[in-house]
């Protein structure tokens, strides 16, 4: 079974700039979770998918992230326009319904230079 | 969520058991302790859990107290590879979602 992927691995963009983090949850996982470690800091929660629904968005810092899952799979994080404080590695999550373990992916590390 | 409290750091010779301790004193009755791990550049990896009593799968062994006021996780042969931060998370699950709140962690150096 494949794991919680994502993509890019590693996304170095300018201050201003749009970036767009994509994560693919294990197939028939309906929860998605998104996460981020900025600089220095603990893991924080972001948001939260049941399906396509956002759940909980209570994690987002600003109007300049935006996450979307259409059609309950796969999962974009857009970041517009980014900013330096936006640097560090986002990691996405998924977990079954009624279990509660969560699944990480191997994260995307994002620089804003 | 139950503030929890852990070793920032802690060594352990390879081969011997890793105990890694967690302190949990205002958990409440329907939250789980959960444990998660993260080795050096990957995503952060679930390693076990429980409500109240003791759990052990392939990975580890997680001890809780009868108070439930703390739980030690137990790797019970260390090797090299198992050199990670812990996190030790307290949670009662929602219907429908379980967002974790990671803490400090313990760092842990496996040593040969």
């Known amino acids: 079974e494949a794991g919680v992927t994502q993509f890019p691995s590693h996304s170095v963009i300018e201050k201003g700039q749009t970036v767009t983090l994509r994560c693919d949850p294990i197939?028939?996982?309906?929860?998605l979770y998104w996460y981020r470690r900025v600089m220095g800091k603990e893991i924080k929660f972001l948001l939260h998918?049941?399906?396509?629904?956002?759940?909980?968005e209570s994690g987002m810092p600003n109007n300049r992230f935006l996450a979307e899952r259409t059609g309950g799979t796969y999962s974009t994080l857009k970041v517009q326009p980014a900013e330096l404080e936006d640097s560090g590695v986002y990691f996405c999550?998924?977990?079954?319904?009624?279990?509660?373990?969560?699944?990480f992916g191997p994260g995307t590390r994002l620089t804003v230079t | 969520d139950a503030k929890t409290t852990q070793p920032p750091s802690m060594d352990c010779a390879e081969g011997r058991a890793a105990n890694l301790p967690c302190n949990h004193s205002?958990?409440?009755?329907?939250?789980?302790v959960y444990w998660y791990r993260q080795i050096h550049s990957q995503g952060p990896q679930y390693i076990i859990h429980?409500?109240?009593n003791n759990e052990t799968n392939e990975m580890a062994s997680l001890i809780i107290t009868e108070d439930r006021k703390s739980s030690t996780l137990i790797l019970p042969h260390a090797t090299l590879r198992d050199t990670a931060v812990y996190y030790c998370?307290?949670?009662?699950?929602?219907?429908?979602?379980?967002?974790?709140?990671f803490g400090g962690g313990t760092r842990l150096m496996v040593k040969p």
């Open positions: 998370i307290v949670r009662a699950p929602t219907p429908t979602g379980n967002m974790l709140t």
């Open positions: 197939s028939g996982h309906d929860n």
């Open positions: 999550a998924s977990s079954q319904r009624h279990t509660y373990e969560q699944y």
């Open positions: 998918f049941v399906k396509e629904s956002k759940q909980d």
């Open positions: 205002t958990i409440s009755g329907n939250e789980y």
């Open positions: 429980g409500l109240k």
